[in-house]
């Protein structure tokens, strides 16, 4: 199984995205506990695109995902150029802070992830074990 | 209020959170509670009972408010988490900022209490 959807950024739509891959990833097998995380960190992974790449105006997010070996990975991506603000990667902030727990959710609820940059690309891909 | 659903028992606001409070929402929903705070209601419970997925714009909110509320001595509790939410809610340590109570009485009794204090 392979699946690419090329989005149109709009917050409105994160969630209906997010069920989507949900279900793909019960579809695969994945428990519901999982697979909710897994839809979590997707919806994080496009709102930090929506927020720091493109500043909540018009551009694309590819989302491509699949399953490859135990894993199902979902890759997300955006473009930059150059002045887009990274992902920010950081330690977990402190425990009042209103921001800054995208990547805390990322990192502690995959099995995988990383965020490189590659042809004028930043993408955040993330991994999580297929248990049933 | 114009988003969000309210209901006044006493000097405490339970606050009722929709079913998604994602980044799409987000922003009405921390103005909706500032607002309230304004108006004077800054003893709040988040109902979350119908809060089905949150993320960390959403969590943002609930910052918010509770920074919000103590800047002019108010408290805002928690209660009726799912089992999910709940799960991020410990994952990003929240619940050492919240007093999270199982039910909603449980969660107005506490605030009344610190209101007759």
Not at chain 1, 33 to 43: I, M, Q
Not at chain 1, 56 to 65: A, M, N, S, W
Request: with cysteine; glycine share 6%.
């Amino acid at each position: 199984m392979r699946q690419f959807l090329l989005i149109n950024i709009d917050p409105e739509h994160i969630p209906a995205i997010a069920d989507r891959i949900e279900n793909l990833c019960r579809g695969a097998g994945m428990n519901l506990s999982d697979a909710f995380k897994l839809k979590t960190c997707v919806t994080e992974a496009i709102n930090n695109a929506v927020e720091h790449a493109y500043h909540f105006r018009r551009g694309t997010i590819d989302v491509d995902l699949g399953i490859e070996g135990e894993e199902f990975v979902v890759e997300i991506s955006n473009e930059t150029d150059g002045t887009t603000d990274p992902f920010d990667t950081r330690p977990v902030p402190e425990t009042g802070a209103e921001r800054g727990r995208g990547w805390q959710i990322i990192s502690a609820w995959c099995d995988r992830a990383s965020v490189s940059n590659r042809e004028n690309r930043t993408i955040v891909r993330m991994a999580k074990r297929i248990c049933n | 209020m114009m988003n969000l659903t309210s209901e006044t028992k006493g000097k405490v606001e339970i606050v009722y959170l929709p079913e998604r409070l994602t980044m799409a929402n987000s922003a009405v929903a921390r103005h909706d509670i500032r607002e309230l705070v304004d108006l004077g209601h800054a003893l709040l419970v988040l109902d979350m009972s119908r809060l089905e997925f949150v993320d960390s714009s959403g969590l943002s909110v609930l910052v918010s408010a509770i920074k919000s509320a103590r800047r002019v001595g108010g408290e805002v509790v928690l209660c009726q988490l799912r089992p999910q939410v709940q799960a991020l809610v410990e994952l990003t340590r929240l619940h050492e900022l919240f007093e999270i109570f199982v039910d909603e009485p449980a969660a107005v009794a506490h605030l009344d209490a610190r209101a007759a204090a």
